[in-house]
């Protein structure tokens, strides 16, 4: 069955069954690969994608769903709050082996949009269910209070 999603603001046509997940669709078909297999489950994180704004895991949205949705990956992502993540990360060294860190920077990014002085159990309700294998999530904590300051100016 064919469908047309919008992905990253571009019209995309995907001939695939119904309920293949959103995760397969990007990587193997569109050739989009910044969105990680984690645990296929979405438990991890790994796979977050926005969809229409909101972090999704996308092993669990299937390409049915998803065309009624505008869907953003890390490669699309962008403005002041994921400009302001990318930063902090950088200055502050956040990713270890980095395999989580597109699913990190989407959830961040997402809070950032929504609350621009997030406490840190903001920081650790809109993060939960990612996971990182290095346990870095002091550093991720800071990460997104460094780009909370970089968004104030």
Not at 13 to 38: I, M, N, S
């Amino acid at each position: 069955m064919v469908y047309n999603l919008s992905i990253n603001g571009e019209p995309m046509r995907l001939d695939v069954e119904p309920d293949t997940p959103l995760l397969w669709a990007l990587r193997d078909e569109l050739k989009l690969p910044g969105t990680k297999y984690g645990c296929g489950q979405g438990l991890c994180g790994a796979c977050t994608v926005h969809a229409d704004g909101a972090p999704t895991r996308s092993c669990q949205l299937s390409v049915a769903d998803a065309a009624a949705m505008k869907i953003v990956t890390i490669e699309g992502l962008a403005g002041k709050p994921v400009e302001a993540v990318r930063a902090a990360w950088r200055e502050l060294d956040v990713p270890q082996c980095g395999y989580c860190q597109s699913g990190q920077i989407m959830s961040a990014a997402a809070l950032l949009a929504g609350n621009a002085s997030p406490s840190d159990a903001d920081i650790d309700d809109a993060m939960d269910g990612n996971v990182c294998r290095c346990a870095t999530y002091h550093r991720i904590r800071a990460g997104i209070h460094r780009a909370a300051e970089i968004m104030k100016g």
